[in-house]
């Protein structure tokens, strides 16, 4: 059985909970609140699914510019990659050149090099423009 969307539902639950732009902790709080409320439902009407996706769009651009994470450097990233595959340092000499410059990077004493950068990435088969 297909659903078809009812507009005078979908208005009555516009005029009860009267989403807008959020601009205070409160809003987002009682938007995220009205989210997890909506997204909890077992059968989710579509006029429900429609005003989930409103909300989670609303609190979406709220968090955007209030919470905006921040973009890592070249060196972070490596040092992520690193860690998540538990390499030591010396696992990239041969990648990088010598151990050396490997602790340079890693201490934020030395930026990443073009060339190191293509190598890191073939070497953790990334893109390479998380290094530059």
């Known amino acids: 059985m297909t659903s078809t969307f009812n507009r005078d539902y979908y208005a009555e639950l516009l005029a009860q909970y009267q989403p807008k732009n959020i601009t205070t902790e409160e809003e987002n709080d009682a938007a995220i609140a009205l989210t997890e409320d909506l997204e909890h439902r077992v059968n989710r009407t579509p006029e429900e699914e429609a005003l989930l996706e409103l909300l989670v769009t609303l609190i979406e ?67 390479v423009s998380l290094f530059l």
């Open 61 to 127: 651009k709220f968090e955007e510019s209030h919470y905006p994470i921040p973009k890592g450097t070249g060196n972070s990233m490596l040092i992520h990659l690193m860690e998540a595959r538990s390499l030591e340092p010396e696992a990239l000499v041969e990648v990088i050149g010598s151990k050396e410059a490997v602790l340079d990077i890693i201490n934020q004493k030395r930026s990443i090099s073009e060339s190191q950068a293509k190598a890191i990435s073939d070497f953790f088969q990334v893109d």
